[in-house]
């Protein structure tokens, strides 16, 4: 792989704020390893062409799965996408996030890839971005000015690109605590287990009395990036939730949105499974 690379120089920043230092001072055109999974193959295809690479790795305090279903939950820069699997908190107060983690199948990716940087790949196939989406994540975002915060819905700009500008690094994704009579699905149709999807949905809902009182679908591989289907969410807000009525069906088929892309599947076809996902 080595031979096919670009020369590039590579720096490992001890702390945050050096880090960030160094991504300004190379104005765009720095790449950071967290996991490397992405950038990697990004690299080899000559998609990115870093000047520098900026590893995070010996950058202490980034790698940890901290709160509870109360309180919400936080999930460092360096935490990798199987132990965020393996985390018991996860598991029990969010298995939304375990169960598009699960379903990807390499284990080896999963023990290298990392959450954050499965975000910041911007890619519409990325299970977890679906899943924290659908839980109205957000990012904090370190730079040389104060540390912000950025809803996951408005993060993904464009295919393979994120909101970041140069000098700015994700340092952790957070998730809201969960109401009462919260429940959720994650649902993810692919030739194979291995394979990219062709549709996939993730969906939470918050119901008091069989009355659908919040509600947020997250739709990955149907659009440049993952999507929130918000109209749809408008329409299914309270209603009641009831499979004899008419209304569950036809306000789950409002979800296809534009930019539907011809990859691996028909923009049809994609478009009519997403709605049998939403709904199933």
């Known amino acids: 792989m080595s031979s096919r690379l670009k020369p590039f120089e590579y720096l490992e920043p001890k702390t945050v704020e050096e880090a960030v ?13 967290a996991g490397g999974t992405g950038l990697l193959l990004a690299m080899e295809s000559g998609f990115k062409k870093p000047e520098v690479v900026v590893n995070i790795q010996n950058i202490p305090g980034l790698d940890y799965v901290e709160g509870d279903r109360a309180s919400g939950l936080r999930i460092g820069a360096l935490t990798a996408l199987r132990a965020a699997e393996l985390s018991p908190t996860v598991l029990r107060d969010y298995p939304l996030l375990y169960e598009a983690i699960h379903s990807l199948a390499s284990v080896q990716v999963k023990s290298m890839g990392t959450v954050v940087g499965s975000l910041c790949l911007g890619s519409p196939l990325s299970n977890a ?17 104060p540390l912000r915060s950025v809803p996951l819905d408005t993060f993904f700009v464009g295919e393979n690109q ?39 949905v993730a969906v939470t809902l918050t119901a ?35 499979e004899k009525r008419a209304g569950i069906p036809r306000r789950c ?7 539907l892309r011809e990859i691996r599947s028909t923009a049809e076809y994609r478009k009519e499974m997403a709605k049998v996902l939403v709904k199933r």
């Not at 001072?25 to 390893?33: E, P």
């Not at 971005?129 to 000015?145: D, H, N, R, W, Y």
């Not at 088929?253 to 930019?259: A, D």
Request: net charge positive; proline share 5%; charged share 20%.
């Open 21 to 33: 230092r160094i991504l300004a001072s190379y104005d765009g055109k720095a790449a950071v390893l």
């Open 129 to 145: 971005a679906v899943a924290l989406l659908a839980l109205g994540a957000e990012v904090k975002i370190a730079s040389l000015t």
């Open 253 to 259: 088929f409002q979800v296809s949105g534009k930019g």
């Open 208 to 242: 008091k009395d069989g009355t659908c009182e919040d509600v947020k679908i997250a739709l990955g591989a149907v659009a440049p990036t993952p999507i929130r289907a918000k109209n749809a969410e408008k329409l299914l807000k309270g209603q009641k939730l009831d």
């Open 162 to 200: 994120v909101i970041l500008g140069p000098g700015e690094l994700v340092t952790e994704v957070s998730v809201p605590s969960l109401p009462a009579g919260t429940g959720s699905s994650f649902l993810r149709l692919a030739r194979t287990a291995t394979d990219g999807a062709k549709v996939m």
